[in-house]
């Protein structure tokens, strides 16, 4: 029997109110009843499959109430460590509500001794208020600040690398927060991905997109970063390109950004792939060069577009092999007739090594920085 294997016989106590709590218990075979040893009070009947006996795992405190085997019992033992490990690296709005929960559900019950001053409740407290509850309060925020439109669109140029006039720009999401002021996209981007937000932030940049398109010649383009979300659901591709017939825009000029680490399931990226190009959006590999999958990638996924990360820019004249690599890449985009971008370009140094290497677009300094829609339409095309 592994060590872990716990068996009672009908009627056997499992643990007594006020033992430690040192694990808890999956039931795999069995009823359980739990009970007030004081007056017998049975609280509730688990049967096959439930867990018991966490709640002290969590704060450390003695056992609230006793569990007796209501018939022959199975149970899967689960350590202390097997809990708490996981709760520390959840999601902090996870950790945050399991603390409530847990504090709400200790107020209820006669006093149970003192709680371990390094319990996990105690962490869990300290998550609510610097994490948890704020990054809900983040998250409301947000969303008001897309109701209110002070969630912003810049556009940053991407550069013609033979003629270097300009041939599109990539939109990018800003937010200035009134408290907090200017609030990385990083963060909350991501915590829009987390959330249908997305879905909301991505209406508004490729609205403005189109907006700016009809306003530009022909021949420039608008790159656009689209999440997994985005991607999976049918109605936000539909309403961008209805948006996009509805103010005459080929939708070949919005080209959709997908990074390396979407792209981990080759069939569900290659689903993708055929929907967008089914509608006319061609797509691009954002960051590539940077994860594991760039070889397969090439194999693997048609790309209209490949984005070559900053890394290789900034390193290609430190390191003689970064400008091998390049050089690699930009000789199998060639023959593959897939197109080629340059991040991060921020010296004339930079960009004539990729012009000799025949890169097909530069993007950074070099060109422009992010920019509103007005100063966008003064530029030269």
């Keep these: 029997m592994s060590y872990d294997i716990k068996k009672y016989q009908q009627g056997e106590i499992v643990f007594h109110g006020g033992d430690s709590s040192d694990c808890a218990y999956i039931i795999e075979q069995g009823q359980v009843e739990i009970f007030v040893a004081s007056n017998q009070t049975i609280i509730d009947i688990l049967n096959e499959g439930e867990l018991f006996g966490e709640m002290g795992v969590l704060d450390q405190s003695p056992r609230s109430t006793s569990a007796r085997a209501l018939t022959p019992l199975t149970l899967i033992e689960v350590k202390t460590q097997q809990i708490t490990n996981r709760l520390s690296e959840s999601d902090p709005i996870v950790k945050a509500l399991v603390g409530v929960l847990l504090k709400r559900f200790r107020s209820m019950l006669p006093n149970q001794g003192m709680v371990s001053k390094n319990s996990l409740l105690d962490q869990v407290a300290s998550v609510i208020e610097q994490a ?131 792209v981990v399931d080759f069939k569900l990226a290659k689903k993708w792939l055929d929907k967008c190009r089914a509608i006319g959006f061609p797509v691009c590999a954002d960051d590539f060069g ?78 422009g920085k992010p920019m509103s829609e007005e100063n966008a339409l003064k530029l030269s095309f």
Excluded: C
């Excluded at 609030?183 to 249908?196: C, G, H, K, M, N």
């Excluded at 209406?203 to 383009?221: C, G, K, M, Q, S």
């Excluded at 890394?311 to 890449?329: C, P, T």
């Design 290 to 367: 940077t994860g594991h999958s760039g070889m397969e990638q090439l194999l693997e996924l048609d790309f209209d577009v490949l984005k070559v990360d900053q890394v290789f820019i900034r390193n290609m004249f430190k390191s003689k092999r970064y400008e091998i690599i390049l050089q690699s890449i930009a000789q199998m985009a060639q023959a593959l007739e897939t197109k080629l971008v340059a991040e991060g370009i921020e010296s004339d140094e930079e960009f004539q090594m990729l012009k000799k290497l025949g890169f097909d677009f530069g993007q950074g300094y070099f060109f």
């Design 132 to 262: 948890g509850l704020s990054k809900f309060k983040l998250e409301s925020e947000l969303r008001g600040a897309i109701v209110e439109g002070e969630v912003q669109t810049v556009f940053q140029p991407i550069s013609n690398i033979s003629s270097q006039k300009i041939a599109g720009f990539e939109a990018l999401s800003r937010w200035t927060h009134h408290e907090r002021g200017f609030i990385s996209p990083v963060e909350f981007i991501a915590l829009a991905e987390e959330t249908d937000l997305i879905i909301e932030v991505g209406d508004l940049v490729f609205t403005r997109a189109i907006e700016l398109l009809e306003r530009l010649p022909e021949h420039v383009f608008i790159n656009i970063n689209v999440s997994s979300k985005q991607l999976d659901d049918d109605e936000f591709l539909n309403r961008v390109k209805a948006k996009a017939k509805a103010h005459a825009i080929n939708p070949s000029r919005l080209k959709l950004e997908i990074t390396e680490t979407m």
